[in-house]
């Protein structure tokens, strides 16, 4: 990992952390690499259940790609000059995983979002499940602003998951908008006071994360694969969750511990 993102455990939750305050949570190449690699852990620990995306600090999220790094070597203005800029232009799998963006990561991702959020930040953001934010975060895709295009799976995901109009209106703007604004519009869960943020997030995923772990998994594979489909191919995918859930040891145990008055214990098998 990066010294600019930290990775750590609670139970079986993994918080990961950016921590670059200095230049607001820019990522440079480096941190993509780690943030990827973060994700990648996530995905393949069996103890971890479900994760956190924060920041340090007070100020910000994450302000996206770092402009004098991670942005001139994507448009070509310079040359790799170490290994993990080499990695990043080369091994598809970093862009991919760091921004949540076609990376098969099935465990839910929680988002504490700590201040600003944007463009690259935003666009990991866009990747998460569920969302906690302090009332002065602000959200935004600068991009067109300079006569960039947010390619992390903003233009197709943004639409989605709020009304087209105000996605639209965000994405050829550029214009941010504050915390409350977001949470109206469905693009953020909770806002909380900034003392609160990191209790809430962790809240939410320990509580996903004492929940059938196989059945979590199927749940948001499911919802991620039948997103745009017609009805009647999405019902074939449930249909396919279901018969393999019900399958596993832990639909089994789920309703006996219910009847026995015991808390369930769940192996994911």
């Known amino acids: 990992m990066s010294a600019n993102v930290l990775v750590e455990r609670t139970g079986a939750v993994a918080i990961v952390t950016l921590d670059r305050p200095a230049a607001h949570h820019a990522l440079t190449p480096e941190m993509l690499c780690a943030l990827a690699d973060a994700f990648m852990h996530v995905r393949d620990d069996d103890g971890i259940r479900a994760a956190i995306l924060t920041a340090t600090g007070s100020i910000a999220f994450c302000a996206g790609g770092d402009l004098a790094t991670t942005l001139p070597l994507m448009t070509g203005a310079r040359e790799p000059q170490d290994a993990f800029e080499r990695r990043m232009l080369n091994d598809p799998s970093v862009l991919a995983a760091s921004a949540l963006r076609d990376f098969p990561l099935h465990k839910p991702v929680v988002a504490a979002i700590n201040g600003a959020c944007l463009a690259a930040g935003f666009e990991t953001m866009l990747g998460t499940d ?77 509580r996903i994360a004492r929940n059938g772990p196989l059945a979590v998994r199927a749940v948001k594979q499911t919802v991620t694969e039948a997103s745009g489909l017609p009805l009647d191919v999405g019902y074939r995918l449930e249909d396919r969750t279901k018969r393999h859930v019900f399958a596993s040891a832990d639909a089994r145990e789920g309703p006996r511990s219910f009847m026995e008055k015991r808390d369930p214990v769940y192996t994911g098998r």
Do not use: W, Y
């Open 130 to 206: 569920i969302r906690v934010a302090v009332p002065h975060a602000s959200f935004g895709l600068p991009e067109v602003q300079r006569a960039l295009v947010p390619f992390a799976g903003s233009m197709v995901r943004l639409p989605r998951q709020i009304p087209h109009a105000i996605a639209m209106e965000l994405l050829l703007t550029g214009r941010p908008i504050d915390a409350q604004e977001a949470h109206r519009c469905g693009l953020v869960n909770h806002v909380v006071p900034p003392g609160e943020l990191m209790d809430k997030a962790l809240d939410i995923a320990t």
